[in-house]
């Protein structure tokens, strides 16, 4: 072992402030306090590995305890400089809280905090990866960092700054330091290759930059590791850099990707197992690829000219993706980039890695030719899936839709003409005629009841279907019945009382049944949920069907009853013949605007205030008209 060699991101650690690579914020920041000597007592440097952020901490040390200082240029040459470039631990100390993490370690600084220092000014404490020390530690240090003593700097360094208590933090300046950008690496990579005559082409410097993540330790140990191939006849390229590495070259992958972009599963089986013959790794050739197909993506959606910035790619390289990629979909690529990223995570599970590498070709191969297919299967399965728009009757009054009704909505309607028997009474003088749709009162008090309950019964089915929630739903019609339901008030007895308490108490259902009120009257209604109780029959029997504005006091003529005795029309080939023969005459009691001796027959003529209360009758029209749509006469 030669101990004269340095590596080389040691032997080119800056010394300065001004040798720090980017940073610029944290320089200026930094050589303003110390010109304004505004020295704070505590600093947090925060960011990724290889950023600079323990190089900045010793800079910033040799600047306050220089013997020519405080100042932004430390010679270097003096005692306390050398000594903090040899990482003497005189009067600045460094610490690794990773093997010194415990509070007795804390507890070991706090004692020598009050020692004075030696030969310096400052007595400056560097905590490495500060974010490794136990809560324990951390708090026996609160107080320390708050008020240290006169002389005394802590300067905390972390790459996890979100494990690192609230309480430092806030006691600290902190300075988070950026990436190193692509071209700074690259510029001073270029500047250590020529001092120490490394024969190596830019773009290879260019690619080295590319893969450190924006960390300058990274990218000069890897041009140390690539300075053992240096030669003077050949200089070190991209591809030895691969080689180096592992990593695929730009041929390789582009081969693989035209392969699978035709769907030619042997021939991309093919390359792939020269590939792995290669010696390269399953979860690196599929990472490589991954990154390749990245650059495919960007070249696809932004176009060669622009994308030439973004991936940092030569100009051969974009032509050739370019050209690949011109038979080939954004969304294909987008599915390639997601299975490649599925199998990485399998590959790394598994324990026969080959096998999935090959399934994984295998399954790229094949979706990019059925992808459009694949596309079409998932908008069929949420088609199929998804459920139809539920309609809500917003009155009380509406009927559910009815299969005539239904079968309206999914074809044409056919306008209905009825045949014209011979015997029809000749045309009458046209009479205006009253409302048809009138609220009729000749019913006995029995068929009364009836017809409310069964409106009872109505309402409370459409009650039900506007309940959201399904299990509400399910619940309250077996645990619950109607005893009044109109639009001054809605009162529903529970049967059981646990559940009674759960509807009452329970802020989810109440309110969904309350929704479901408002919506089926279009209003708020007043909602009560209670026990059963012995009137609950009458109250039912006495249900209300007219509307709020109704009186009782004032009550309309008898009119003549309505039949509805015909079954409703299932569909319109169904419908039956209307007989318009006229009807047998009705006894006249005070009709108004009607010609005298007129029968109810044709639709033109008037209709009587009253008749006879047992008789129900009405024009064929009406009849029509009303089993057609299901209607009814209400009040």
Same mark, same amino acid.
Not at 260 to 270: H, K, P, R
Not at 352 to 369: R, S
Not at 569 to 578: R, V
């Given at each position: 072992?030669?101990?004269?060699?340095?590596?080389?991101?040691?032997?080119?650690?800056?010394?300065?402030?001004?040798?720090?690579?980017? &940073?610029?914020?944290?320089?200026?920041?930094?050589? $303003?306090?110390?010109?304004?000597?505004?020295?704070?007592?505590?600093?947090?440097?925060?960011?990724?590995?290889?950023?600079?952020?323990?190089?900045?901490?010793?800079?910033?040390?040799?600047?306050?305890?220089?013997?020519?200082?405080?100042?932004?240029?430390?010679?270097?040459?003096? *005692?306390?400089?050398?000594?903090?470039?040899?990482?003497?631990?005189?009067?600045?100390?460094?610490?690794?809280?990773?093997?010194?993490?415990?509070?007795?370690?804390?507890?070991?600084?706090?004692?020598?905090?009050?020692?004075?220092?030696?030969?310096?000014?400052?007595?400056?404490?560097?905590?490495? @990866?500060?974010?490794?020390?136990?809560? &324990?530690?951390? $708090?026996?240090?609160?107080?320390?960092?708050? *008020?240290?003593?006169?002389?005394? =700097?802590?300067?905390?360094?972390?790459?996890?700054?979100?494990?690192?208590?609230?309480?430092?933090?806030?006691?600290? &300046?902190?300075?988070?330091?950026?990436?190193?950008?692509?071209?700074?690496?690259?510029?001073?990579?270029?500047?250590?290759?020529?001092?120490?005559?490394?024969?190596?082409?830019?773009?290879?410097?260019?690619?080295?930059?590319?893969?450190?993540?924006?960390?300058?330790?990274?990218?000069?140990?890897?041009?140390?590791?690539?300075?053992?191939?240096?030669?003077?006849? @050949?200089?070190?390229?991209?591809?030895?850099?691969?080689?180096?590495?592992?990593?695929?070259?730009?041929?390789?992958?582009?081969?693989?990707?035209?392969?699978?972009?035709?769907?030619?599963? $042997?021939?991309? !089986?093919?390359?792939?197992?020269?590939?792995?013959?290669?010696?390269?790794?399953?979860? +690196?050739?599929?990472?490589?690829?991954? *990154?390749?197909?990245?650059?495919?993506?960007?070249?696809?959606?932004?176009?060669?000219?622009?994308?030439?910035?973004?991936?940092?790619?030569?100009?051969?390289?974009?032509?050739?993706?370019?050209?690949?990629?011109?038979?080939?979909?954004?969304?294909?690529?987008?599915?390639?980039?997601?299975?490649?990223?599925?199998?990485?995570?399998?590959?790394?599970?598994?324990?026969?890695?080959?096998?999935?590498?090959?399934?994984?070709?295998?399954?790229?191969?094949?979706?990019?030719?059925?992808?459009?297919?694949?596309?079409?299967?998932?908008?069929?399965?949420?088609?199929?899936?998804?459920?139809?728009?539920?309609?809500?009757?917003?009155?009380?009054?509406?009927?559910?839709?009815?299969?005539?009704?239904?079968?309206?909505?999914?074809?044409?309607?056919?306008?209905?003409?009825?045949?014209?028997?011979?015997?029809?009474?000749?045309? +009458?003088?046209?009479?205006?005629?009253?409302?048809?749709?009138?609220?009729? @009162?000749?019913?006995?008090?029995?068929?009364? &009841?009836?017809?409310?309950?069964?409106?009872?019964?109505? !309402?409370?089915?459409?009650?039900?279907?506007?309940?959201?929630?399904?299990?509400?739903?399910?619940?309250?019609?077996?645990?619950?019945?109607?005893?009044?339901? $109109?639009?001054?008030?809605?009162?529903?007895?529970?049967?059981?009382?646990?559940?009674?308490?759960?509807?009452? +108490?329970?802020?989810?259902?109440?309110?969904? =049944?309350?929704?479901?009120?408002?919506?089926?009257?279009?209003?708020?209604?007043?909602?009560?949920?209670?026990?059963?109780?012995?009137?609950?029959?009458?109250?039912?029997?006495?249900?209300?069907?007219?509307?709020?504005?109704?009186?009782?006091? @004032?009550?309309?003529?008898?009119?003549?009853?309505?039949?509805?005795?015909?079954?409703?029309?299932?569909?319109?080939?169904?419908?039956?013949?209307?007989?318009?023969?006229?009807?047998?005459?009705?006894?006249?009691?005070?009709?108004?605007?009607?010609?005298?001796?007129?029968?109810?027959?044709?639709?033109?003529?008037?209709?009587?205030?009253?008749?006879?209360?047992?008789?129900?009758?009405?024009?064929?029209?009406?009849?029509?008209?009303?089993?057609?749509?299901?209607?009814?006469?209400? *009040?």
């Amino acid at each position: 072992m030669n101990k004269n060699y340095i590596p080389l991101y040691r032997k080119y650690r800056p010394q300065s402030i001004e040798q720090i690579v980017g &940073q610029s914020h944290i320089k200026k920041a930094l050589s $303003n306090a110390i010109e304004m000597n505004r020295i704070s007592h505590a600093y947090l440097f925060t960011g990724p590995r290889g950023t600079g952020k323990t190089s900045t901490a010793r800079i910033f040390a040799k600047s306050l305890n220089c013997e020519n200082g405080p100042t932004i240029s430390p010679c270097n040459e003096c *005692e306390n400089c050398k000594n903090i470039t040899n990482s003497i631990p005189i009067d600045v100390i460094e610490i690794d809280a990773a093997s010194n993490r415990s509070v007795n370690d804390a507890d070991e600084i706090i004692q020598k905090v009050a020692l004075a220092p030696v030969h310096s000014r400052y007595k400056i404490y560097i905590i490495d @990866e500060v974010h490794m020390l136990t809560p &324990q530690a951390f $708090n026996a240090l609160l107080k320390t960092l708050e *008020e240290p003593p006169e002389n005394v =700097i802590f300067i905390l360094a972390t790459t996890e700054v979100h494990k690192v208590l609230d309480t430092i933090k806030s006691r600290c &300046q902190r300075f988070d330091f950026k990436q190193i950008t692509t071209d700074d690496i690259a510029k001073h990579l270029r500047y250590i290759s020529d001092k120490e005559d490394i024969n190596i082409t830019d773009e290879a410097l260019l690619y080295i930059a590319q893969n450190s993540a924006g960390g300058m330790r990274d990218s000069i140990a890897l041009l140390d590791q690539l300075s053992v191939l240096n030669s003077k006849n @050949e200089a070190i390229n991209v591809d030895d850099i691969n080689k180096l590495l592992g990593r695929l070259s730009f041929g390789l992958l582009n081969s693989l990707f035209e392969k699978i972009e035709n769907s030619d599963q $042997n021939g991309a !089986l093919g390359i792939l197992n020269d590939i792995y013959n290669q010696g390269n790794e399953p979860v +690196q050739i599929l990472s490589n690829f991954l *990154e390749y197909l990245r650059n495919v993506l960007i070249i696809k959606s932004t176009g060669e000219n622009s994308a030439g910035s973004i991936i940092q790619l030569n100009d051969s390289e974009i032509s050739a993706i370019s050209k690949s990629s011109s038979n080939i979909e954004v969304h294909q690529i987008v599915s390639l980039i997601d299975k490649c990223s599925s199998y990485i995570k399998e590959l790394k599970l598994t324990s026969n890695p080959k096998l999935w590498l090959d399934i994984a070709i295998l399954d790229m191969a094949n979706l990019t030719q059925n992808s459009k297919l694949e596309d079409l299967q998932k908008r069929l399965s949420i088609l199929e899936t998804s459920e139809a728009p539920r309609i809500v009757n917003v009155s009380a009054y509406n009927t559910p839709p009815s299969p005539v009704m239904k079968q309206q909505s999914s074809k044409p309607v056919q306008k209905i003409e009825p045949a014209k028997p011979e015997n029809i009474v000749p045309e +009458q003088p046209q009479v205006q005629e009253p409302p048809l749709m009138q609220p009729v @009162e000749t019913e006995p008090e029995a068929a009364k &009841q009836s017809a409310n309950t069964a409106n009872l019964n109505s !309402l409370w089915e459409k009650l039900l279907s506007n309940i959201s929630s399904i299990p509400t739903r399910a619940i309250l019609s077996q645990q619950g019945y109607p005893i009044i339901i $109109n639009q001054e008030e809605v009162i529903i007895a529970i049967k059981s009382d646990s559940w009674l308490k759960k509807f009452t +108490q329970g802020d989810s259902y109440n309110k969904s =049944i309350q929704n479901a009120v408002n919506a089926l009257f279009g209003i708020d209604v007043k909602l009560t949920l209670r026990a059963p109780q012995a009137g609950d029959s009458k109250l039912q029997k006495e249900q209300k069907t007219s509307t709020p504005d109704d009186s009782e006091d @004032e009550k309309p003529a008898p009119k003549p009853a309505l039949n509805f005795s015909k079954p409703p029309i299932e569909s319109y080939e169904d419908e039956p013949e209307y007989d318009l023969a006229p009807e047998p005459e009705v006894e006249e009691q005070g009709i108004e605007n009607s010609a005298p001796d007129s029968k109810l027959g044709s639709a033109n003529e008037a209709i009587p205030k009253s008749v006879n209360p047992e008789s129900s009758f009405h024009s064929d029209n009406v009849n029509m008209v009303m089993d057609l749509f299901e209607g009814k006469f209400i *009040e």
